[in-house]
Every structure is written in structure tokens, then in C-alpha cells.
């Protein structure tokens, strides 16, 4: 994967692109080889370790914290806070200064994907694509991210906002030097964002280059046909 | 129309907490309630504080709580009888040697180490030299401090120790297989461990404790007053200011970043471990601290009911599921509902205690038996199983308990509007 772009991951139903992100940010272990970011085998280390490596996914069905706020779910998403401890918590002013420009980011991505009017709302009261958002705003948090996965950002999310997304997201990848690791079946906004492409069929790498080159692969076209 | 809201919430928090203590007050004369029922509240209360810290913020579901507050009773009835009988020995050298002349018959021919081992393993050494021990400690400013610290300390220390060796092997389950986990380490430990092996703190018998407070002559009158000894009005001291410590504590967690981050491991601990968070070590700790003050709880009841058994006293019906109820009731998540529902839930089962005998001679030509059997059944049954409906109707009904969770506080209205 191309660092500091975008590269868009493609591939019919069930051909292993979530499976895919699992195995790298370490939800899934893999039954054979290895895994290695930056040098470094991470196949036995667990999520949270990765996490710490700058490692960041969303889920492509959003697993939201269904008795917290909208807003208590986007603001989790920032790490580091010095007051996520059983000590330092009792202390107001070792954590306060973080807190506040952790919440006034948070209120920014909120304000970006159109959910800060709902700040105060349960996930459960959420429509389907207000839910992907919110997963989407909890991804866009974490501080110092190297590599982003993001399964199916815009999926039931209206055109308008969707292109407004994928522009963030190249914006974001070029000025803060992160690589974002993007699955949508919605080639026809996401391909003119991407850098670079990789599509998969039953579980394998099948075609790797230019977006539109990929997409015209006859390979990948076939396997889209399900043949 | 926001701050009319939070204006009429805080009216309400505000009515529910007068609405409280007039009930508490009124309680008084209408149950036949004492100071040794304010004492029980005190110490069910940082139960269920230390209950929900753990099952309703970080959602570890501790169905084996009686153990760890039996580890603080071991800590005054197996530990402290021992720690007081070096001190007294330490303070006043040849006491161990008195105690043999004058006791010929049970300590004539025990080793030192032996004498220390039946001081809180044997019933009537143990019951002869408590006394003894507690006579000298008493006396001594000196002696009582230490020991109060000792035990409190070993409380702490041999709880959050007890927390974490229940976690290890538990801390990477599933939230289901974790309730068991804990509920089985819990009987093994209690049942089995402590009740059937004497030579910890007399086994099936019990042990006296050796109370650690200072002999205060100035509380004999206010005692005499409210009807119980000086001791008691300093165990229930005690117990007052570490409920009001762990409260603190509790609810400065819950509404800091961390209080946020325990309820979002609780909700979904894959999710917040992908986020970073190391879900292991988090559990270990809450389990740690948890179980610590669950301990405390327990050296501080043990003071004041001076013979503890382990399996007898500290049974899993009080001290594990009447907490959970208490915690269900009062609102999971929400310091202020864990207290409310404590104090409701033990003012219930006192008022079906109180009032059987006369609801029992109401039924009991209906049921074609006798008063005073009636009365008993009801007395020993009714008040559980009330508490077992109680459960099931709030779980169907208002799930969400008396008060329910709030979103964690980190920052002032105030601070917040200027941030948007
Ligand atoms: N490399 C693989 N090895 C073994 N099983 C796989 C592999 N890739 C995919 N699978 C199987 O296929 C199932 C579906 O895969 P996955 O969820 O990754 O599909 P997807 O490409 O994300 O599909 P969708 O576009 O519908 O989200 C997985 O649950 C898994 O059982
Ligand atoms: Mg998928």
C-alpha cells in the first residue's frame, strides 16, 4: 500500500475484504503467514497493541456504545487521555486542557458528518446511515493514526456528503502523510479519491494498480459478474 | 429550554433525595429501626458502590462479591486476632506466658507458634484469649491505632490481591462465562476454603474478632442514649467516613474520562480495544479496586458482629445478590441510584420483617395454621423472595433502575458552550 494515499479495496460480496481489515488490526487471527507494518511482525500482538502502532479501523457494521452519547462515542475514539486512569481520573486539572480540545474536535467531526445536532442522542435512536457516520466520526478521532482502514464509509450515506467524506479523507491522507485502506462497493464516487487499487475474489488479491485500470481489469469484471 | 430541563432534573434529584430522608426518618419509629441498622446500611452501601464501579461502569458482572467481603472480615477475625495478640505480646512481654498459667487446662502445653495458630483457629482459645488480647488493646492508644491500621491495610491490600488472582484467569472471558467464573471462585473460596478449614478463622465454628477501636469512655453516654456501646457508634464512624471516601471516589471515576471509558468497554470491549485500550489490565484494575473496598466493607462489619463465620455470615444471598438487587433497582451506572436503591431494598425487607407477625396472624386462619408459624415462614422467606420479584419486575419494567446512567460529566455546562 502506497504511504500517505488512499487505496481503495474491491472485490464481490464475501471475498474477504472485511476479513482482511480483521486480520490486520488484529480482531481476527490469521490461520497462516504473517503479518508485518513498518518492519514490524504485529501477527501476535493484540488489537490494542496495534492501535498504539497507529493502526485505526471502523467496522463496516457500526459496533457503537449503545449507552453513551453520540458524542461520548466520538470523543473515545481520542486516545491518550491522562485522565483514563483509575488515579489521574480524580484530578480534574491533569486532564482538563486535553479534554477540552478533545471535545472541541470531536464537536468539528460531529459538525462534518452532520450529527452535532444529535449529539446527545443514543445510537439507538439513529437512522442505518446516521450510524455509519457516527462510526465514521469515531474513526477520524484517534491522534497520531499511521494507517486508516475504513470499511464501507459511505455506504447509505446521500451522494452529496459521500463525495464531501471521500474529499476529507484524501485531504486528511495528504497533509498528515496517513495511509487510508478504503472498501466501498460504490465505485462510482470512491474511484475518482483513490491512488491506488486492490481488488480481491475468494479471498485472494486478484488485480493491483491504478484505480481505473483496475476497475476495467477483465479479471476483476468477471469476478464481479460471478463467474 | 436546555437549562429549563437540567433545572427541573436537578428539582428532581433534589425532591428524590428529601423524599429520602424523610422516609429514612420515618422509618425510625414505623420499623423499630436502630443504630445497628444505619450500621448494616452503611456497610451494604459500599458493597454496592464497589459492586457497581465494577458490574454497571466497567461491566464486569461480580457475582462472587460475598467473597471479597469476607476478606476483610478475615482480615479483623483470622488476621487481626493474631496481629493484636504480637502487639500485646510486643507491648507487655509474657503475656503469651500468662495466658498459659492462667489457662492451664486449654493452653498448658502449646507451643508459641501453636497458641497463635488456635488464637483464631480453635473456638475456645479463641474465645477466651479475644477477650483477653481486646482488654489490653483497648486500654492502649497505641496498640488500638496499629491495629486498626494493620487490619485495615491487610483488608485492602488481601482484597484487591483476592480481585486480581479471581480476575487473571477470568479478565479475558466473555462477559457470561466471567459471572460464573466469579460466582464458583467465590463459593470454592467462602464454602469450602474458609469454612471447612479451621486453622484460618475457626472454620464452620467462627472466630471472635478482637475489635481494634479505642476504650472512649465520652461515648458512653450518647451510646446509653441511642440505645447501643461505644464500639458500635465508632464501627459506624468508620463505616460513614469510608462510605463517604469510596462515594467520592466512585462518582469522580464516573464523570471523568475514565468513567466514560469504563462504560464504553462495558457496551462493547471489542470495539474499544480495537480504540486502544488495553481491556485486560483495565478489568484487573477495577476488579483490584473493587474488591478492595468490598473488603473494607467487610472489616468494618466484622467489628461490630464480633463472632464471624465464613459460609454463615457471609452468605452469597446478602452479600452478593441483595447488593446486585439494590444495584438494579437504584439505577446500574449511576452512584447516586446504587445508594438510593440500597437504602430502599433494606427498608423493604426491614418492613416485611417488621410487619409479619401482624400480617401473619391477619392470614393465618385463612391458611388454617398458626400465627406464629406463619410469622416465621414469612419472616425467613418473604423478604428474599420479595427481592427476587423485585428484580424481574424491574428488569421488565424500568430496566434502566430508580435514576438512570447519565452521560459521564468531564466538563461544566459552562466550559462545554464555549466550546461550541
Ligand atoms: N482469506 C479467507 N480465508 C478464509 N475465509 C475467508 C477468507 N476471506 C473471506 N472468507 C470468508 O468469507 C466470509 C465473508 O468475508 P468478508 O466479510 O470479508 O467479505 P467482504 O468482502 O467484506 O464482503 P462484503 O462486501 O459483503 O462486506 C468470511 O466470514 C469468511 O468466512
Ligand atoms: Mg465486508
Known amino acids: ?227 | 429550554m436546555a437549562s429549563l430541563i437540567g433545572r427541573y432534573l436537578r428539582l428532581q434529584s433534589l425532591l428524590i433525595v428529601v423524599i429520602a430522608v424523610v422516609a429514612i426518618i420515618l422509618a425510625f419509629p414505623l420499623l423499630g429501626l436502630t443504630i445497628t441498622d444505619v450500621f448494616s446500611i452503611t456497610t451494604i452501601l459500599i458493597v454496592v458502590l464497589a459492586l457497581n464501579f465494577m458490574a454497571g461502569y466497567a461491566g464486569i458482572p461480580n457475582f462472587g462479591m460475598a467473597l471479597f467481603v469476607y476478606i476483610g472480615a478475615f482480615a479483623l477475625a483470622g488476621v487481626g486476632t493474631r496481629i493484636a495478640l504480637a502487639l500485646v505480646e510486643i507491648a507487655s512481654p509474657g503475656f503469651i506466658e500468662l495466658m498459659r498459667s492462667s489457662y492451664p487446662v486449654i493452653l498448658g502445653d502449646s507451643g508459641s507458634f501453636e497458641v497463635f495458630v488456635r488464637v483464631a483457629g480453635d473456638p475456645m482459645v479463641n474465645r477466651i484469649m479475644s477477650r483477653e488480647v481486646e482488654s489490653v488493646i483497648e486500654a492502649s492508644p497505641i496498640l488500638s491505632l496499629t491495629l486498626t491500621l494493620a487490619v485495615f491495610g491487610f483488608a485492602m491490600i488481601a482484597g484487591a490481591l483476592t480481585g486480581i488472582l479471581a480476575s487473571l484467569a477470568a479478565v479475558r472471558l466473555r462477559e457470561d462465562y466471567l459471572a460464573i467464573v466469579l460466582l464458583a471462585f467465590s463459593e470454592l473460596m467462602v464454602s469450602v476454603v474458609f469454612d471447612q478449614t479451621d486453622a484460618l478463622a475457626g472454620g464452620p465454628n467462627g472466630a471472635w474478632v478482637v475489635r481494634p477501636w479505642l476504650k472512649i469512655n465520652a461515648l458512653e453516654g450518647l451510646a446509653r442514649l441511642l440505645g447501643t456501646i461505644p464500639d458500635v457508634l465508632i464501627s459506624l464512624a468508620v463505616g460513614l467516613a469510608v462510605l463517604a471516601v469510596c462515594f467520592i471516589y466512585v462518582e469522580r471515576i464516573a464523570n471523568s474520562p475514565m468513567g466514560r471509558m469504563l462504560r464504553a468497554m462495558r457496551d462493547d470491549d471489542l470495539a474499544i480495544g480495537v480504540y486502544g485500550r488495553d481491556v485486560a489490565m483495565t478489568r484487573l484494575k477495577i476488579m483490584a479496586i473493587g474488591a478492595a473496598m468490598a473488603s473494607i466493607a467487610g472489616a468494618i462489619h466484622a467489628s461490630v458482629y464480633i463472632l464471624v463465620k465464613a459460609a454463615d455470615t457471609y452468605d452469597r444471598v446478602t452479600w452478593t445478590f441483595i447488593p446486585w438487587a439494590m444495584m438494579i433497582l437504584g439505577g446500574m451506572a449511576n452512584n447516586w441510584g446504587a445508594v438510593l436503591g440500597g437504602i430502599a431494598v433494606y427498608l423493604g425487607r426491614k418492613a416485611i420483617y417488621y410487619y409479619s407477625p401482624t400480617i401473619a396472624s391477619a392470614i393465618s386462619p385463612i391458611l388454617g395454621i398458626e400465627a406464629s408459624v406463619a410469622g416465621d415462614i414469612l419472616r425467613a422467606q418473604l423478604p428474599n423472595i420479595l427481592v427476587g420479584v423485585l428484580i424481574i419486575l424491574v428488569l421488565y419494567l424500568r430496566p434502566q433502575g430508580i435514576i438512570p446512567e447519565k452521560p459521564s460529566r468531564t466538563l461544566s455546562k459552562k466550559d462545554i458552550e464555549e466550546l461550541t
Open chain 1, 1 to 227: 500500500m502506497p504511504r500517505g494515499k488512499v487505496t481503495l479495496l474491491i472485490g464481490p460480496n464475501g471475498s474477504g475484504k472485511t476479513t482482511l481489515i480483521n486480520v490486520i488490526s488484529g480482531v481476527l487471527s490469521p490461520d497462516g503467514g504473517s503479518i508485518i507494518f513498518e518492519g514490524e511482525d504485529i501477527t501476535r500482538l493484540s488489537p490494542h497493541e496495534r492501535f498504539k502502532r497507529g493502526i485505526v479501523r471502523s467496522f463496516q457494521i457500526p459496533r457503537l456504545f449503545q449507552n453513551l452519547s453520540v458524542m461520548e462515542n466520538t470523543i473515545v475514539g481520542r486516545d491518550g487521555n491522562p485522565g483514563e486512569s483509575v488515579v489521574r481520573g480524580l484530578f480534574k486539572s491533569l486532564w482538563v486542557e486535553f479534554e477540552k480540545k478533545a471535545f472541541s474536535d470531536t464537536f468539528g467531526k460531529l459538525e462534518f458528518t452532520g450529527l452535532k445536532r444529535l449529539s446527545e442522542r443514543k445510537p439507538g435512536e439513529l437512522s442505518g446511515g446516521q450510524m455509519k457516520l457516527l462510526e465514521l466520526s469515531r474513526t477520524l478521532m484517534p491522534l497520531n493514526p499511521k494507517l486508516v482502514l475504513i470499511d464501507e464509509p459511505i455506504a447509505g450515506v446521500n451522494p452529496a456528503l459521500a463525495h464531501e467524506i471521500l474529499a476529507s479523507i484524501k485531504k486528511v491522507s495528504a497533509e498528515l502523510n496517513v495511509t487510508f485502506l478504503i472498501v466501498e462497493h460504490r465505485l462510482d464516487i470512491a474511484v475518482e479519491y483513490a491512488d491506488y487499487a486492490y481488488a480481491m475474489h475468494l479471498g485472494r488479491v486478484i488485480a493491483a494498480g491504478e484505480p481505473r485500470k483496475v476497475l476495467e481489469d477483465p479479471k476483476v469484471i468477471e469476478s464481479y459478474l460471478g463467474v
